[in-house]
């Protein structure tokens, strides 16, 4: 079976109106009976602290707030065992922070293998990967067929679509585990010292060809995931 196993890093949408980014509401700290002027401002500073430091990862993570930094498409043979072909797409500052291409071309990745037949394979690509591509695709007026968006978006038994985060919870968030997790259950490997939360910081430091590994190393696996589990999660095609 030939599938396309994808997968996408974001950061922080760079050309967001200010008026849209969130900000610190002090009004919404807890302080109980406190009265103590000095106690108030000091727990006030730490919170505040703490949005501010988890803004990035805020952003990075809200399809609305985001925008894509890097995508990887891999065409893979899970009877050999292979890759057959690779897409990256990257984002960088030559770029003016503008994912305007990336978008396009990752649309015209995705589009591509959806009209062979070839199956997509994500890890959360149904409450995340694709929801964003769908956003960045609004924003920034990319065209997107309709109808196949929603065939990749359909739950359960959806033959154009394996979300293994889903497939493997069955659907049960209260079952959800990590990708890493489920890496390391199936012996195919185990956590890299790189991850998602680095890529903003990867990204501002210029280190590009960083994030591409980490995440074509992530789509490799995802496929050879998704081989091992193949014949226990394949829907068989009607003409198959």
Known sequence: MIIFGMDIETIPNQQISVACIPVFDPSEIKHGNT???????????SERLKFQESLNKQMSLDPALCQLCTFVGIRYDTGKKEVLSSTTIQLTTEDGHDDLE???DAWGAIHDNYRQRFPVVTFNGISFDLPVLNMRGLLQDVPIDKGMYDRLMMRHGNQYHYDLMQILA????????????YFRLFGLGDKSDFNGSMVFDAYKAGEFEKIQTYCRS????????FSRIEPWIKIIREGE
């Open 102 to 104: 990336a978008v396009i």
């Open 35 to 45: 009265k103590d002027p000095l106690k108030i401002a000091g727990k006030e500073a």
């Open 218 to 225: 992530e789509v490799v696996l995802m496929c050879e995931l």
């Open 170 to 181: 069955n659907w049960d968030r209260q079952r959800w585990h990590t990708q890493d997790f």
